[in-house]
């Protein structure tokens, strides 16, 4: 029986020692970069059967003796044949291949139906079916890592350099190749799993970290947001930017298709190899790029993309599809590279930009497990606070390929400079700057406070200040100092803050301020965080009233969707009569100044918000659903207040973008004043007309500030950003929108006055045209816009209704 045993071992032995001289093995490389080439088709026989390299450019072949040749060709890439019997070795073969220049004029696009179309609709048509987002729910774990670096082999040489200056470039070069040959300039390796359960609930935890030169975890947050999950939504997201998916709804007519090859797998299966760019006269936020596209079930098998058009970003993405347990089309292999163009350093004779690469690897797969509902909150992503502790054990484990001599002396290097240097310490500077301070010994500087400026104070000096963690963990005391130049009114305040809980933002907040705030003014949950345009309506300001302010607040986040802030507060109103737009005979109808007593809860309402919990604090990713604000206040007479009413605000938003109209903004805002109260708390018009002629998102840009005013009020913003769609050429950089405001307003709790308050019940009107881009230096794009104001009240004077606006717009 040993004897037995002896001899199936040894067969078993020699069947796989055989097996293994067999197998060709190999690199396919960029000829220039010498970066590897993912999804390059190998056709290996007359059958046109073969095989792709995998998402780092190798590949492994079971070669027979009717295999002689092997042709490697890739989209972009000269075809390259090698014959079997030229080789020398099987193992570590690297087969560069050579970039052609591609002549678009070549393709011929004959009468009837583009073949490509009749493949690529079938892949629509099975799109929920292969999206594994839409079909099943999921469990999986990955391994991702990414570095960054400079490539030398794509330097632009400078032109024109003498002798002397060519001798320091070649010392230069000789210097940078011997570092970089060496070592990476950054590196991190993550470990995450990720859990999905239909329709919508996903969680995603960093379970292990290696970040070089730290221990903060925070970057390993960059591997997961590069690129969408999967190519088969509607849209493709490569950074922050969205992009139409080649595979979205009706993309045959906005795409052109070309098949370039078609070959077998091991199954017999068909293999499509089909070439994708926006077509020619479509102007749209396109890709460009390859698919592979297997029969069965028409999925997607592999796919590489970058955007059409280059930018001072420019990204390329590729994902590699597996078809797991003969059920699902899944991402196996997902693979980034980033080249940062406005980022260039001279190096030798030329210069050449930064570089990042990052890639993941998805395993232990495992389709619709049992996952139970409590596994699942309103944080989709978050990181394990002890990930880096994990990181020898862990990492170890996942990793596909041990790490190389570089990466080691990567981690090496950077970890002795990082622990020198004190990158953690720098990290969290950064954090903290991040949040708008800046953090000194027990206390954290508020910056935004340091310069600000509106017509009504002029520029505004100031210091905030509050103390920081060093002194209490979750208790705060802080005060601020401010100064205007043309109002020459000093503003001050102090604050005491006790943070209950970072992960539900809750806490309670006592605070003493005399300061200046806008006259019919209104303000919502998030407003001190105004984005956008809309900001530098801030600056237009020019009728304040001063206050004398007690208040007592409370809040937090409560049943996933809401944010709610509970107050009660006191304020004495002193009314300025420098701004005040009418008749100091009705002025003295109050006593100056004005008691406000009243209590209220201002509440924000963002279905399905999912946010990322890290370290350092909770952070929304925001939703695809409508945010909705509301204000509730009631006013208490007593000896610290004189007036008796209720006021409800209201302001439902909502942005989104569709692929044939571009980016969608509207708001609809209401306001309610029960009973009647001072013009400083009524609501006056959210107009931006001013000589300084800036556009400011969701404001009447005709209207002036203070025209009007009103007790009740609706109005409805809406503004259609075409971007560039419009345009039937893609070198045409200029981006087109339209601007449609209405407004109603109803003045109904008037006592008797000699005072004419102009209100608008009538509607006002007003269209914008938008021109943007016009100007494009580094991230910024300036424009120009014009409004027109019409119907009820508009001006006799034409001139008097139109409004010229300056654009701004950041972009990549």
């Known amino acids: 029986m040993f004897r037995w045993h002896i001899l199936i071992i040894f067969q078993v032995v020699s069947i796989f020692s055989f097996a293994q001289k067999n197998v060709l093995e190999g690199l396919v490389l960029d000829s220039i970069s010498n970066e590897p080439l993912a999804f390059v088709h190998i056709i290996y026989n007359a059958k046109n059967q073969g095989a792709s390299t995998n998402i780092d450019g190798k590949f492994s072949i079971q070669i027979t003796d009717e295999i002689k040749n092997l042709k490697f060709s890739s989209v972009g890439y000269k075809t390259k044949i090698v014959s079997i019997a030229d080789l020398q070795t099987h193992k570590n073969i690297v087969i560069p291949l050579s970039e052609k220049t591609l002549d678009l004029q070549e393709v011929v696009v004959l009468p009837g139906e583009n073949p490509a179309h009749r493949i690529i609709k079938k892949v629509i048509a099975n799109k929920d079916l292969n999206n594994p987002e839409k079909n099943v729910s999921f469990s999986y774990e990955s391994y991702s890592k990414m570095y960054f670096t400079f490539f030398l082999d794509s330097l632009k040489e400078k032109p024109n350099l003498d002798s002397l200056q060519a001798l320091k470039a070649d010392t230069s070069m000789m210097r940078a190749k011997d570092f970089l040959d060496k070592q990476h300039l950054f590196m991190m390796e993550s470990v995450n799993e990720r859990k999905f359960k239909l329709p919508d609930k996903s969680i995603e935890r960093v379970i292990g970290s290696r970040v070089s030169g730290m221990k903060n975890p925070m970057f390993t947050i960059l591997n997961t947001q590069l690129q969408s999950f999967s190519i088969y939504d509607e849209f493709f997201k490569i950074f922050d930017k969205m992009y139409l998916s080649p595979v979205s709804y009706g993309s045959v007519n906005k795409y052109f298709f070309l098949i370039e090859d078609t070959m077998y797998n091991k199954e017999n299966d068909t293999i499509f190899i089909i070439s994708f760019r926006p077509s020619k006269g479509k102007s749209f936020d396109g890709l ?16 590489s993309a970058e955007p059409y058009e280059k930018s001072s970003m420019h990204v390329r993405v590729q994902q590699k599809y597996e078809f797991v347990e003969n059920q699902q089309w899944f991402p196996v292999e997902l693979n980034t590279e980033i080249k940062f163009n406005s980022m260039q350093v001279d190096i030798g004779r030329g210069t ?14 495992k389709l619709n497990p049992e996952l139970e509902n409590k596994s699942f909150s309103d944080v989709s992503f978050s990181i394990n606070n002890n ?7 862990l990492l170890e484990k996942y990793r596909v390929d041990p790490l190389t001599e570089k990466e080691l002396y990567t981690y090496h290097i950077i970890d002795s400079i990082g622990k020198e240097e004190k990158f953690d310490t720098k990290i969290k500077l950064m954090e903290t700057m991040m949040r708008g301070y800046i953090p000194f010994k027990i206390f954290n500087l508020d910056y935004t406070k340091f310069i600000d400026y509106n017509y009504f104070e002029g520029y505004r000096l100031g210091i905030g200040l509050e103390t920081n963690e060093k002194l209490f963990k979750n208790l705060s005391i802080g005060g601020l100092y401010a100064y205007g130049f043309t109002d020459k009114k000093s503003k001050y305040g102090t604050h005491l803050k006790i943070n209950l809980s970072k992960r539900y933002k809750t806490e309670i907040k006592l605070s003493y301020n005399f300061d200046a705030d806008e006259s019919g003014g209104v303000s919502f949950y998030d407003n001190l965080q105004l984005t956008g345009t809309e900001l530098f309506r801030t600056y237009l300001i020019d009728d304040m009233y001063y206050f004398n302010q007690y208040k007592f607040q409370f809040q937090t986040r409560f049943l996933r969707h809401f944010s709610a802030r509970l107050f009660a507060q006191q304020r004495d109103i002193y009314i300025t009569d420098d701004y005040y737009p009418f008749t100091i005979a009705f002025v003295t109808d109050f006593l100056n100044p004005i008691q406000i007593l009243e209590t209220g809860v201002n509440l924000r309402f963002l279905y399905k918000e999912k946010f990322i919990e890290t370290p350092s604090g909770i952070f929304s990713e925001g939703s695809k659903y409508p945010m909705l604000y509301v204000n509730l206040t009631k006013g208490l007479t007593s000896d610290y207040g ?9 302001q439902l938003s909502k942005m989104f973008t569709t692929k044939f109209l571009g980016k969608t903004m509207m708001r609809l805002s209401a306001g309610y004043i029960s009973d009647y109260l001072p013009y400083q708390l009524r609501y006056t018009s959210y107009g931006s007309y001013r000589k300084f002629p800036i556009d400011a998102e969701y ?7 203070g025209e009007f005013i009103s007790d009740k009020f609706v109005s409805f913003n809406f503004k259609q950003d075409f971007g560039n769609l419009l345009f039937g050429n893609k070198k045409i950089k200029q981006e087109i929108a339209i601007v449609q405001n209405i407004g109603y307003g109803w003045l109904t709790n008037q006592p008797s006055s000699t005072v004419n308050f102009k209100t608008m019940e009538k509607g006002y009107f007003e269209t914008g045209l938008l021109l943007k881009n016009i100007i494009r230096l580094q991230f910024m794009g300036y424009g120009l816009g014009v409004y027109y104001r019409y ?7 034409t001139l008097d209704n139109v ?3 300056l654009t701004f717009t950041f972009a990549m």
């Open 387 to 393: 990930a880096y502790k994990m990181q020898d054990s």
């Open 288 to 303: 460009k790029g390859v698919l592979h596209i297997n029969t069965k079930n028409y999925g997607i098998q592999n796919v």
């Open 352 to 365: 050449t930009s930064l570089i990042g690469i990052g890639k993941t690897y998805i395993s232990a797969i």
């Open 642 to 650: 004189s007036f008796d009413y209720v006021k409800v605000e209201a």
């Open 791 to 797: 119907g009820e009240y508009a001006f006799d004077n």
């Open 699 to 705: 404001t009447f840009g005709t209207m002036r500030l």
């Open 803 to 805: 409004a010229f606006k």
